[in-house]
């Protein structure tokens, strides 16, 4: 079986930090690439970041461009995202995903991934 769990989120303070974490079992997380997605009420899904099995190459959207950063583990399996400077229209519910192959320029599309995670609910609200 190949499951991802996100953890990590939270309740947070418009500027303050969170750090999501992308726990993946039932394959090696060095042959996949994985990002980050997340879903705003009434909001489609939309691509955040990605990050390729070596963790050489990165991409983010622009809205957190500069603010988030992706970063893996492949000996703990797992995928981080540090979020800062986060703004009330970052809520959502962000989901990890994987892919074994796929041409990482499109690696913010949420067709190209195979697995996904069940989410974990960021609320940035004062």
């Known amino acids: 079986q190949l499951q991802l769990v996100e953890s990590g989120g939270g309740l947070v303070q418009p500027g303050g930090s969170l750090r999501l974490s992308c726990t993946v079992s039932?394959?090696?997380?060095?042959?996949?690439?994985i990002g980050w997605f997340r879903q705003a009420p009434g909001k489609e899904r939309e691509g955040i970041s990605c990050i390729t099995s070596s963790g050489r190459w990165t991409n983010y959207a622009d809205s957190v461009k500069g603010r988030f950063t992706i970063s893996r583990d492949n000996a703990k399996n797992t995928v981080y995202l540090q979020m800062n400077s986060l703004k009330p229209e970052d809520t959502a519910v962000y989901y990890c995903?994987?892919?074994?192959?796929?041409?990482?320029?499109?690696?913010?599309?949420?067709?190209?991934?195979?697995?996904w995670g069940q989410g974990t609910q960021v609320t940035v609200s004062s």
């Open positions: 039932g394959f090696t997380l060095d042959d996949y690439v």
């Open positions: 995903a994987a892919v074994g192959r796929g041409l990482f320029s499109l690696c913010l599309l949420s067709k190209n991934y195979d697995y």
